[in-house]
């Protein structure tokens, strides 16, 4: 089996995808002769032609505009961001017109469209490059969202989102593009290529939206994370040698609830894991439904550990970045409760 990069992994979705559908397009700043700012579509327009990959002028409104007429039309267009943070001028087109066409036609339309965005911090890009702005997605209705944490879910998962009928933000974090990065920026990454999850098929398959893996067993808490935070949460239990149960949730909407709430049930404790910032963040909605489902099995109160209240700090990375240490001492107190 093909070993690959996240890059790989994203760019084989799209080509598989493309080969097999004529109505998949893709597009967006600098995706076409450039290959994009992370390569991810590079060689797609020399496949496929500049009418199904191109590029665009620099404006988020105009491209999710355009690929919502598409998608009325009958395309199915998977559009790149450049970068999460520059999502907000488009904002307005992708929730109050994206998200509520299937509602607003009763049914007779949907929007298949595909977001892709590169997101997170993790690479010295300051408060412009850094953002992690799922929740402001994860609270509309209509939109499913999607953070895969490694090669083998990306490809699977952005093949899924292409597929479905309606329109998916697909949240890619940066900081794993190249390596299942554990929070330790001072060691050299673990590249792709030496990691199970590296191994992707070259065809095409996919994995449900809406289903949460579990990365690793345990049975004295439950540590939820997603992107980046997962290969975070993973060291962490194994630096503390705490037996966490660590699940990646893959998709935030929908949400696998029953997996999270058979883990809780058995741990009694929960730790929740995000690099976006802590008020209002997804953090605090997985914290509620543990309440509102597990109150009477848990041992402890839940905690949450996240990125600091505050624009993504350049001089001060590492300290808003939660590391291994920051979720090794938040495992240390549930235990201790």
Not at 64 to 82: D, F, H, N, R, S
Request: proline letters at 7%.
């Amino acid at each position: 089996m093909a070993r690959m990069t996240m890059i790989e992994a994203v760019r084989s979705a799209m080509d598989v995808s493309m080969g097999r559908d004529d109505d998949v397009v893709v597009y967006g700043e600098d995706v076409g002769y450039f290959g994009g700012v992370f390569r991810a579509t590079q060689g797609l327009q020399a496949k496929y032609g500049k009418a199904r990959c191109f590029d665009t002028p620099i404006s988020e409104s105009g491209i999710l505009g355009t690929a919502i007429g598409m998608a009325a039309y009958g395309l199915k267009p998977c559009v790149e961001i450049q970068f999460a943070d520059y999502m907000y001028p488009a904002y307005d087109q992708i929730t109050q017109e994206a998200a509520r066409i299937r509602y607003r036609s009763n049914g007779d339309f949907t929007c298949p469209i595909v977001v892709r965005m590169p997101t997170g911090g993790g690479i010295f890009g300051g408060q412009t490059h850094s953002q992690s702005p799922e929740a402001l997605f994860t609270h509309v209705c209509g939109l499913k969202v999607i953070v895969p944490s490694n090669p083998y879910d990306a490809k699977g998962l952005l093949i899924a989102a292409i597929e479905d009928p309606d329109p998916v933000i697909f949240l890619e974090p940066k900081r794993l593009y190249n390596g299942p990065f554990d929070g330790h920026h001072e060691k050299p990454v673990t590249p792709w290529s030496k990691h199970e999850l590296g191994e992707v098929p070259e065809g095409h398959y996919t994995i449900p939206i809406g289903k949460a893996e579990v990365r690793r067993r345990g049975s004295a808490v439950t540590v939820i994370a997603y992107g980046t935070m997962v290969h975070v949460a993973l060291a962490a239990a194994e630096e503390t040698g705490i037996d966490a149960e660590v699940i990646d949730l893959r998709s935030l909407l929908p949400l696998d609830l029953d997996t999270i709430v058979q883990s809780v049930k058995k741990t009694g404790r929960c730790v929740v894991v995000h690099e976006a910032t802590l008020t209002s963040g997804f953090g605090g909605e997985v914290v509620s439904l543990v309440q509102e489902h597990c109150f009477y099995n848990l041992e402890a109160p839940v905690v949450r550990v996240t990125g600091w209240d505050t624009p993504y700090p350049h001089a001060q990375e590492w300290d808003y970045f939660p590391g291994p240490a920051r979720v090794g001492r938040a495992l240390q107190e549930v235990m201790e409760a």
